[in-house]
């Protein structure tokens, strides 16, 4: 059974710091894009960035909105993901995802690409 399990979501002031953790287990976990999502209430989800490995050159996207503020990173041997998010905003409030992609990533964060997701960690930034 595959599985992916978010964790690390809470709630922080605007300029604070939070990691998130993604466990995962059921498909081979270096095989697989991972990205990150979220969905905050009233608006469609949307990607914040993806990590994947293609013929041993590490592709990671993020778009502007998080660019120089969020990192993506991956422990294979652990088959674990994290996000780490620094600088917060209000706007970042949101549930956040993760999710798997046998392709490799993309900057266009089709969320119709991705095989698998879990079921979110809510981050909410106080201003």
């Known amino acids: 059974e595959v599985q992916l399990v978010e964790s690390g979501g809470g709630l922080v002031q605007a300029g604070g710091s939070l990691r998130l953790s993604c466990t995962t287990s059921g498909f081979t976990f270096d095989d697989y894009t991972i990205g990150w999502f979220r969905q905050a209430p009233g608006k469609e989800r949307e990607g914040v960035s993806c990590?994947?490995?293609?013929?041993?050159?590490?592709?990671?996207y993020y778009p502007d909105s998080v660019k120089g503020r969020f990192t993506i990173s991956r422990d294979n041997t652990k088959n674990m993901a994290f996000l780490q998010m620094d600088s917060l905003k209000p706007e970042d409030t949101a549930v956040y995802y993760c999710?798997?992609?046998?392709?490799?990533?993309?900057?266009?964060?089709?969320?119709?690409?991705?095989?698998?997701w879990g079921q979110g960690t809510q981050v909410t930034v106080s201003s």
């Open positions: 999710a798997a992609d046998s392709l490799p990533c993309n900057s266009y964060f089709a969320t119709y690409e991705y095989d698998y």
């Open positions: 990590f994947s490995t293609d013929g041993g050159r590490n592709r990671m």
